[in-house]
């Protein structure tokens, strides 16, 4: 008897692909609307999906076999080699080392930990914007990594985090640093902090033991008068949570030279979301109603070839 082929599994049949594939629309919306708002296409976005998916899976089929393969890679990707190979065989545009600390959060952590930018009381120190010695700018030249000082005094202005005093003086206000606007730096602390969580969560899946922490405290109906108190409370705890963090990590951090060294850190962050009442009356919007242009005559000879066309067109619209 012929072999009866097997049924084909929907995606239904596989609750793991199904469930990966709503938490993937889920994280994709947020990412959609950052594009819209910065010009980056779905083209632009499919092929940077594309080359990295190839890269990533290249590292994994090298690891898991020592070798590579550019057939694996296709299988595993579901992209003609052909285009595997395009894309392995070209210059890889994305950083091969992870970004480093934003340049915001190395100069506040570098004010509030190193004794020489330090009162006598542990605080951090009011610091002359400009000069040689103990300054913001000197601050500036040694924890930036290039940026110039009016640049960074700009930016550190704008996210709140330093106050301008009289005298051509400056004194930090907070050591955590909350990028906002559609600035260069707050959409490259997007990719950083969306990674680190994302890996820290998949990396749970895959752990059959000590999984990283990770928890969220979260309620569902929460009400208006509330909202304003609970947002200044977690900022005050979180910003407390994080200093502790940090002083921890500065002891902890390699001052000989190993062969093994660890990236590691925790992020807190506060979210909210509006949830409208469906008893609520929605304002009325009214629209506009779009008038079709039409095309116009042109006056023309009755005896005109022109004549003959512009005519045939418009019977044609109307």
Known sequence: MPRVPAPHKSRSDDPLKEATI????????????LMFDTGVTVREFSQIVRERAVRIAARRV???SGRDSKSRVAIITGLPRSEVARILASDDVSPSKRLGRHPARNVLAAWFDNPRFLGTNGDPSVLPIFGKRRSFEQLVAMHSRGIPVRAMLD????????EILEGQRVRPKSRIPILTGMTDSAIASIGERTRDLLETLTNNLRRTSKPLFEGTALADETDFEMVSLIRREIAEQGANFINSANSLLGRSSVKAKRSTKYRLGVTVYYFQDDIEDATESKPQTTYTRRKNLRRQRRPTNSKGRLGAISRSVTKGQV
């Open 22 to 33: 709503v938490a993937l629309k889920q994280v994709v919306d947020p990412l959609v609307g």
């Open 155 to 162: 930016e550190l202005t704008q996210i709140d985090a330093v």
């Open 62 to 64: 090298s690891k898991e």
